[in-house]
């Protein structure tokens, strides 16, 4: 069984700055690509960020520049950086992670929930 936490979610004005945080635990032979994704109210859940075990990473154009995906693989860590939030930015980001074990599976966080308001 794997479990995934996260943290670092919050309450953060217009141009203030979060970092997500996602960890992963449990029985795995390695961990594979991992990621985040938003799910804002009324709306579907999108690709902010993933990452491979390589460091290499795919990001949504639009929040290039603002957005900047982490990985520790010792620490089995995705991380968010987030800078610059706008109020669209608001939603609870779950951690999404490939989990090499017998068998194969893909995990997603309980959610952590992001809130830009001034």
């Known amino acids: 069984q794997v479990q995934l936490v996260e943290s670092g979610g919050g309450l953060v004005q217009p141009g203030g700055s979060l970092r997500l945080s996602c960890v992963a635990s449990?029985?795995?032979?390695?961990?594979?690509?991992m990621g985040w994704y938003p799910q804002a109210p009324g709306k579907q859940s999108e690709l902010v960020a993933t990452?491979?075990?390589?460091?290499?990473?795919n990001a949504a154009v639009s929040l290039k520049g603002r957005f900047t995906i982490y990985r520790d693989n010792a620490q089995n860590t995705v991380s968010l950086q987030m800078n610059s939030l706008k109020p669209e930015d608001a939603a609870v980001y779950y951690c999404?992670?490939?989990?090499?074990?017998?068998?194969?599976?893909?995990?997603w966080g309980q959610g952590t929930q992001v809130t830009v308001s001034s």
């Open positions: 999404h992670v490939v989990i090499f074990s017998v068998p194969n599976g893909e995990y």
């Open positions: 449990g029985s795995m032979f390695s961990i594979g690509r």
């Open positions: 990452i491979t075990s390589g460091g290499s990473t």
